[in-house]
């Protein structure tokens, strides 16, 4: 994950922070650690609770007399725009499943494939890379399991067999990978750097969705601001 700008603009706000947990790379964000904690640590791949914001540089944490005390540069700004390439898996670097549509929809509906994501991306997006729709993205608004995706907004044109698209449960308006309490999520790869979008709808940590660069299987992008953020009018207010 890189940063990448400010909603309010302007430039970023580095800090050099002391870190409590091994070693840190760059692209992960820094939480809050529990209890006695001896400094900022890395998330973990479902929660950005108490989140300071993005670590740009590497450090390494030591308890041994003599070594160079563990040290990491943070991105803290609250309106910090984080871009995380969206990954088909929990490994870095899966591409994403390309779905190529089994069953024409003259409506411009649903696309059908048994590599449909086996979890309920119900407001997340579709968009096609091969077809009569290419460049078009649609809302998902319903799904069959391993079968069909379907949009309420047609496709401007029909899904013929063989048109190719991409999915992912992120939205940047509506409840794409929403839980209970409205906010969108999005959960990183194994080692924090990159979003894995084969996630079900609401699981991950909450974040607000800012923008999402559709394109290939794997050159797409999730962007999104952090919401459980400890420098957050509101979160230092609950």
Known sequence: MIASGHIGGGAGRLFSM???AAQVDPGIVMIGGAGTSV????STTTSFANAYG?????????????DAEGLVTVET??????????????????????????SASAGGTVV?????AANDMDGGIIWCIGGANVGHSR??????????????????????????????PYNIAGTGAA??????????????????ATIASGTGGEVSVVDLVLAGASDSYVLFKLRDHVHDSAALAS
Do not use: C, H, W
């Not at 400094?39 to 890395?42: D, E, L, N, R």
């Not at 059908?112 to 449909?116: I, L, P, Q, R, Y």
């Not at 839980?179 to 894995?196: K, M, N, R």
């Open 18 to 20: 002391k870190l409590g």
């Open 39 to 42: 400094g900022v640590i890395p």
């Open 54 to 66: 993005l670590a740009i540089d590497e450090g390494v944490y030591s308890t041994t007399q003599g």
């Open 77 to 102: 700004a609250t309106d910090l725009i984080i871009s995380a390439l969206m990954s088909g898996g929990a490994t870095e670097g899966t591409v994403l499943v390309t779905l190529s549509n089994t």
């Open 112 to 116: 059908t494939d048994a590599d449909v």
């Open 139 to 168: 809302s998902i608004t319903s799904m069959t399991a391993s079968t069909s995706a379907t949009v309420t907004v047609p496709f401007p044109r029909a899904i013929a067999v063989g048109d190719t698209f991409l999915m992912a």
């Open 179 to 196: 839980g209970a309490d409205g906010p969108a999520t999005v959960q990183t790869s194994t080692l924090f750097t990159q979003a894995d």
